[in-house]
């Protein structure tokens, strides 16, 4: 059975920082692009990161650019989000998933695999 478990999720203040990661089981993903999706109550889920199957090239949303830095360790078959200087617009369960592709996409229908999500709460 493949499972991507996340991790690493609570409750901060504006600006700290958190690190999530999500370990996958069942199968190695070594040769699948990452990514990392967040969605808040009533929002479509919101791409935030991926990253390509060797960790060469990385990929960040808009607003994520320059806070959050995405990373992999294929022989750990993890995956980690850090995210620094945290704002409450951050707030939002994290989704951890894992592409059909070895090459990085922003869309979530290129993605087939998904973990069940890390809270994240930001307080101002």
């Known amino acids: 059975q493949v499972q991507l478990v996340e991790s690493g999720g609570g409750l901060v203040q504006a600006g700290d920082s958190l690190r999530l990661s999500c370990a996958a089981s069942g199968r190695t993903f070594s040769s699948n692009a990452m990514g990392w999706f967040r969605q808040t109550p009533g929002k479509e889920r919101e791409f935030v990161a991926a990253?390509?199957?060797?960790?060469?090239?990385?990929y960040y949303a808009n607003s994520v650019k320059g806070r959050f830095t995405i990373s992999r360790d294929n022989a750990k078959n993890t995956v980690y989000l850090r995210m620094n200087s945290l704002k409450p617009e951050d707030t939002a369960v994290y989704y951890c998933?894992?592409?059909?592709?070895?090459?990085?996409?922003?869309?979530?229908?290129?993605?087939?695999?998904w973990g069940q999500g890390t809270q994240v709460t930001v307080s101002s």
């Open positions: 990253i390509n199957w060797n960790g060469a090239t990385t």
């Open positions: 998933a894992a592409s059909s592709s070895r090459y990085y996409s922003s869309s979530d229908s290129e993605y087939t695999y």
